[in-house]
């Protein structure tokens, strides 16, 4: 039976983990979290903000997600909207989602995020 996703993985290019620093780190208020030693050979970087983690790997022939992509729910959706124009991100908001407010981003190396958050209903 599943119970929850433990993380999701992201594919980013050789070399580009200060890239992946910037902007999980820098733009959306992740921490780094250390890959045991066994993955940490590989290159790539793994982060995580309250339970959600986000597990970037290295990928010789990489391209980016551009219809895949994980769905981050987020609190206070306009204030995280500006957080991340205020950092240079690209905020692209998107209507077509019955009963939430969402925007579409893309890391520095080019993968898709979505980001969304429930509008809340007169009880």
């Known amino acids: ?10 594919a980013a290019p050789p070399g580009s983990e200060y890239l992946l620093r ?3 780190v820098d733009v959306l208020g992740m921490t780094e979290i250390p890959k045991p030693p066994a993955l ?4 790539g970087c793994w982060f995580q903000a309250g339970s959600v983690q986000l ?4 990928e010789v022939d990489f ?5 895949a992509h994980p769905g981050l729910r987020v609190t206070d959706i306009e204030a995280y909207a500006a957080r991340l124009g205020e950092r240079g991100a690209t905020v692209t908001w998107d209507d ?3 009963g939430h407010r969402r925007f579409y981003s893309e890391d ?5 995020l979505e980001f969304l958050e429930p509008i809340a209903t007169a009880a």
């Not at 520095?108 to 898709?112: P, S, T």
């Open 1 to 10: 039976m599943l119970t929850a996703v433990d993380h999701v993985q992201l």
């Open 22 to 24: 910037a902007y999980y």
């Open 40 to 43: 940490a050979a590989r290159g």
């Open 55 to 58: 597990h970037l790997g290295i």
């Open 63 to 67: 391209r980016p997600a551009k219809k």
């Open 96 to 98: 077509n989602l019955p």
């Open 108 to 112: 520095l190396v080019g993968n898709r």
